[in-house]
C-alpha cells in the first residue's frame, strides 16, 4: 500500500489553516482512522454541528487531494440513515441500467438524482433531470457547506443493499461538473473500503507502479475530493462478501446549469 501523508487540521476547512505536525513521518490512513474514529466526539446544541471539533486527514499522493472526517455522530447518523431509506425514490426500470462498452446491464446498487431546478447530469449513457431536494437531503448538504465553506447544487444516491452491491473503477469527470470544484462523498449505514488507483497504474501493463490507496468509509463520514484527485485517480468500490448490512452514500456536485 503506498504510503501518504496524513496531516491533522485544527477545526473545519474553513477560517483555519492547517498546521503541520513535527517530528512525525507518513502514517497510513487506516491505522490513523482507527485512531480518529476511537476519539470522543465534542456536541453542541442546536444542530450538532461542532466545526471546530472535527478532526481532519488529509490524503496526499501524486495527482491526488482528498481530506477525510467524521462528519456526523452515530446518533445523528442513524437518524439520517433512517430517513433516507424512508424518503429516497430510487430509479426503476430502464434507469436503473448502465451502458458499458456498448451494452446495457442492472446497475448492482440502486440510484437516484436529487438537486436544483433545470439542471441535467449524464453519466454511464444517461442523461438525467434531478427530482426536487428533500429535507434529509438538505440537511447533510447545508452540513457539509458549513464545515467546507463549499456548495453543491447535485447529489447522486447510490444505496449498496449488502457487500455484493458495488461500482467499478471510474472517475467523476463528467463535463457537466462546475470546474475545478470538489465532490463530497457522505457515506451512511455499513463501512466500506474505498480505493484509489491511478490512471497509470491500471491494467495488466501499467505504465508506472503506482500504489493504490485503501480508505475505509465509516458512518456519518465525509470524503472531500479536491482537484485534480478525479484528473489522475480511479475510484471504486469492490465487493465485500461478508458485509451484511446496507450502505447509502451521497456524492454532492456542483453542476453547470444547463444551457437553453
Not at 482512522?33 to 476519539?39: A, G, L, Q
Amino acid at each position: 500500500m503506498d504510503r501518504f501523508l496524513v496531516k491533522r487540521a485544527l477545526g473545519g476547512l474553513v477560517g483555519k489553516r492547517e498546521q503541520e505536525q513535527t517530528g512525525a513521518g507518513p502514517a497510513e490512513l487506516g491505522e490513523d482512522e482507527e485512531s480518529t474514529r476511537k476519539r470522543p466526539r465534542r456536541e453542541t446544541p442546536g444542530n450538532g454541528a461542532d466545526v471546530a471539533g472535527l478532526s481532519w486527514q488529509r490524503i496526499r499522493s501524486e495527482g491526488l487531494d482528498c481530506d477525510y472526517t467524521v462528519l456526523f455522530g452515530k446518533a445523528e447518523a442513524d437518524e439520517i440513515f433512517r430517513e433516507l431509506e424512508q424518503e429516497v425514490e430510487y430509479f426503476t426500470g430502464a434507469l436503473a441500467k448502465v451502458q458499458v462498452f456498448g451494452k446495457w446491464h442492472s446497475v448492482p446498487r440502486k440510484q437516484a438524482t436529487y438537486g436544483d431546478a433545470g439542471l441535467t447530469y449524464t453519466f454511464s449513457g444517461l442523461t438525467l433531470s434531478p427530482k426536487p431536494w428533500i429535507p434529509v437531503l438538505e440537511r447533510v448538504r447545508d452540513r457539509v457547506s458549513l464545515v467546507t465553506g463549499q456548495t453543491f447544487n447535485f447529489v447522486l444516491v447510490n444505496r449498496y443493499k449488502d457487500g455484493c452491491d458495488h461500482i467499478g473503477e471510474h472517475r467523476d469527470d463528467e463535463r457537466e461538473l462546475a470546474p475545478g470544484s470538489p465532490i463530497a462523498s457522505v457515506s451512511f449505514g455499513a463501512c466500506r473500503d474505498f480505493f484509489f488507483r491511478h490512471r497509470d497504474a491500471r491494467g495488466r501493463s501499467p505504465s508506472r507502479r503506482l500504489e493504490g490507496v485503501r480508505l475505509p468509509l465509516a458512518h456519518g463520514s465525509l470524503l472531500m475530493m479536491n482537484p485534480p484527485t478525479n484528473s489522475h485517480w480511479y475510484h471504486s468500490l469492490p465487493v465485500r462478501k461478508k458485509v451484511l448490512a446496507p450502505r447509502v452514500n451521497l456524492t454532492f456536485r456542483r453542476i453547470l446549469p444547463t444551457r437553453k
